[in-house]
């Protein structure tokens, strides 16, 4: 059980495109679910809080306007980066959390890469 | 603030050894506690956590991590390590009740020689 999916797993675009990341939560209902972003060899940074139904929270120094996030279904949040610049190549990873667990399980990770 | 601390960065060990992966904590209240593991390239998984009760708990793949209070600390044990064991690991706190965020160590890369 708790198995959370990320797609693509990787994606490649050029530079002022957007790209849509989704994160399902397979076999749960998350009402929470996390965005984090992960430089190399370091560890993970939060973005944003994602809560079902209503505005996400966004870190300290997180664009808001750039990394859009939608948690319209108790299994479904989508990071969009809009207007895409090289500086936003990272690894993205996405965590949802069942209601009353307290744990959080994450998504495989989605390798992004601007040209 | 809350804080993790992982001071060990690279441990390498041989196939069949024993392990021990440190990780302290800096907090108020006894935090909710996890160790994670990652796959190079990959997602994170969850090894094992420790909310309350029994101080030893035990995790998949072989795992066991024991809690001690008085050293605010949370390490991560395995009696003999498999190949397949070579990944990062990260120590991760949060809140009583979870409602915080979760802070993560800086994470423990492990080398597995044959």
């Known amino acids: 059980g708790a198995v959370v999916s990320q797609h693509p797993s990787r994606v490649i675009c050029k530079s002022g495109t957007s790209v849509k990341i989704e994160c399902r939560s397979l076999?749960?209902?998350?009402?929470?679910m996390f965005w984090y972003r992960q430089f190399p060899k370091k560890s993970l940074m939060l973005m944003a809080t994602s809560n079902e139904g209503s505005k996400a929270t966004y870190e300290q120094g997180v664009e808001k306007d750039k990394f859009l996030i939608n948690h319209a279904s108790l299994t479904l949040s989508t990071l969009t980066v809009t207007s895409a610049h090289p500086e936003d190549s990272s690894f993205y990873i996405c965590?949802?959390?069942?209601?009353?667990?307290?744990?959080?399980?994450f998504g495989p990770g989605t390798r992004l890469l601007v040209l | 603030a809350q804080s993790v601390t992982q001071p060990d960065i690279h441990i390498t060990v041989s196939e069949g050894a024993s392990l021990e992966l440190r990780c302290n904590y800096s907090?108020?209240?006894?935090?909710?506690l996890f160790w994670y593991v990652q796959s190079p390239g990959q997602g994170l998984q969850l090894l094992l956590k420790y909310f309350s009760g029994d101080t030893l708990v035990q995790g998949i793949k072989g795992f066991e991590a024991e809690f001690k209070r008085s050293q605010s600390s949370f390490n991560l044990r395995k009696p003999s390590v498999h190949w397949s064991d070579a990944a990062e690991y990260f120590c991760?706190?949060?809140?009583?009740?979870?409602?915080?965020?979760?802070?993560f160590g800086k994470g423990t890369k492990l080398t597995v020689n044959p």
């Open positions: 907090y108020g209240a006894t935090p909710y």
């Open positions: 076999d749960f209902q998350a009402t929470t």
């Open positions: 965590s949802a959390m069942e209601p009353g667990q307290e744990t959080q399980y």
């Open positions: 991760a706190v949060v809140g009583p009740g979870g409602s915080e965020k979760l802070v």
